[in-house]
């Protein structure tokens, strides 16, 4: 009786430990995808960030200056903080 209970508890941390490390993955993943991306002013779609050309209406990107990546990027880091917050609540 003992063995299995044990035995319960190693297969639950076990699952738990594997949905830990995917959602782990998936918040990685999105960091990678959001600290890349700006919005197009012409369409308003999601491109890269160092993008010369929107891929969406194939309209001319100024390169951004040094002072608006960081205030893109200050933004994101603020939503990302707001979803590790989130993580850590789960
Ligand atoms: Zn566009």
């Known amino acids: ?5 044990i035995l319960m508890v ?3 941390f076990a699952i738990h430990n594997l949905a830990g490390k995917k959602r782990l993955k998936d918040l990685q993943m999105l ?3 959001v600290e890349k991306s700006r919005e197009c002013p012409d369409c308003s779609e999601k491109v890269q960030i160092n993008a010369k050309v929107c891929r969406y209406c194939h309209a001319k990107l100024a390169p951004l200056s040094v002072a608006e990546l960081e205030c893109i990027q200050t933004a994101y880091l ?13």
């Open 31 to 33: 960091k990678a995808k």
């Open 10 to 12: 190693i297969i639950f």
């Open 78 to 90: 603020k939503k990302l903080d707001r979803l590790d917050e989130d993580e850590i609540m789960s």
């Open 1 to 5: 009786m003992l063995f299995i209970l």
